[in-house]
Antibody, heavy 121, light 110 residues
């Protein structure tokens, strides 16, 4: 059974930093493109970015609102995905989801339960 | 970047069929797969359709997806509507460097 478990959310001040983690199990993590998606309170889903697998270059792509502030990385030895968030703004307040198709695709089949990030003074 | 446009809301009676559209404003809808996600209040999204018309295991065959090249749109149909189908539904597609979600459609079962 595929499981994605996010952690690391919490309250942070504007301008601060936070690192989210996503522990994956139930599939071959090193063969899967991984993405982060967020949802602000009462709003729709917003793609943040994606990381490909190493054999595809391990490259990352980001949505415009977070480019240059957020960094996605992966540790295939730990089956874990990361989202490093810097220069946080109040508009980054959202539930952050880890997602994957469990193979090398931009589609999503599986979602984590999400972790809430609140940016407030 | 392209955009995906969905109706804000649809409603129908139990047992009927509801269809949600998702129109791509630039680029060809058939050039990249479309996915559909269901989100019930207070819960994480789940996938009901992937790769245009594939159902993940456990999703009932009342859910079906299709692509219409003539209107450059995708559609999600839910037949035999049940009260448990009341939720927000989002379409999603991508290009080489971006993923895009539609704004979501609230489905109400009257």
């Amino acid at each position: 059974e595929v499981q994605l478990v996010e952690s690391g959310g919490g309250l942070v001040k504007p301008g601060g930093s936070l690192r989210l983690s996503c522990a994956a199990s139930g599939f071959t993590f090193s063969n899967a493109w991984m993405s982060w998606v967020r949802q602000a309170p009462g709003k729709g889903l917003e793609w943040i970015g994606r990381i490909k697998i190493k054999t595809d270059g391990g490259t990352t792509d980001y949505a415009a609102p977070v480019k240059g502030r957020f960094t996605i990385s992966r540790d295939d030895s730990k089956n874990t995905l990361y989202l490093e968030m810097n220069s946080l703004k109040t508009e980054d307040t959202a539930v952050y989801y880890c997602t994957t198709a469990a193979y090398d695709s931009s589609a999503t089949l599986y979602w984590g339960q999400g972790t809430l990030v609140t940016v407030s003074s | 970047n392209f955009m995906l446009t969905q109706p804000h809301s649809v409603s129908e009676s139990p047992g009927k069929t509801v269809t949600i559209s998702c129109t791509r404003n630039s680029g060809i809808i058939a050039s990249n797969y479309v996915q559909w996600y269901q989100q019930r209040p207070g819960s994480a999204p789940t996938t009901v359709i992937y790769e245009d018309n594939q159902r993940p295991s456990g999703v009932p065959d009342r859910f079906s997806g299709s692509i219409d090249r003539s209107s450059n749109s995708a559609s999600l149909s839910i037949s035999g509507l049940k009260t448990e189908d009341e939720a927000d539904y989002y379409c999603q597609s991508y290009d080489r460097t971006n993923q895009v979600f539609g704004g979501g459609t609230q489905v109400t079962v009257l």
